[in-house]
């Protein structure tokens, strides 16, 4: 996949963390069913398993959630290159969050030899789910 806008490399994140309400998936590089090429599909998976164990939802974001979209670009070695945020959550520190995990997750395996440059550059989208801390507070008020 080729990406038209210039990647930055971006800076570190530094935060409490809590593990809750955060799915992603690297919907643009699974194939199509029935389509399945192994060794890119076994590389695929074994991605989003290394980027699945640095799930974090920032303690200091928001509770609405949201969705951003990385992008980043590795190396034969499968070393991070760079990776820039390309749509915001319009919560500063879960888009932040998005760019660390990513940064986490390194080094991954290197790509099979069948994908070319072009494919190492991955689109990544990061759903934060909405957290239910809210409902928890209103509900433990009114027992009370």
């Known amino acids: 996949m080729r990406v038209g806008t210039e990647m930055q490399r971006t ?7 809590r593990k809750v309400g955060l799915a992603l ?6 194939p199509a069913p029935g389509m399945a090429d192994g ?18 939802y920032p303690a200091r974001a928001t509770d609405e959630g949201g969705t951003a979209k990385v992008v980043f670009r590795i190396d034969r070695a499968g070393h991070l290159v760079s990776t820039a945020l390309v749509e915001s959550t319009g919560d500063p520190a ?24 072009s494919e190492l550059t991955l689109l990544l989208p990061v759903v934060f789910a909405p957290r239910r801390t809210s409902d928890v507070i209103k509900l433990r008020a009114a027992t009370l």
Not at 25 to 30: H, N, P, R
Not at 46 to 56: A, D, I, Y
Not at 96 to 103: F, G, I, N, S, Y
């Open 94 to 117: 879960l888009d932040q969050e998005a760019l660390a995990m990513v940064k986490r997750a390194q080094p991954f395996a290197p790509p099979p030899p069948e994908l070319a440059d």
């Open 25 to 30: 998936a690297i919907m643009s590089l699974l």
């Open 11 to 17: 800076s570190g994140f530094a935060g409490g963390v």
């Open 39 to 56: 060794g890119k599909e076994i590389w695929i998976k074994s991605l989003l398993r290394q980027l699945n164990t640095q799930r974090r």
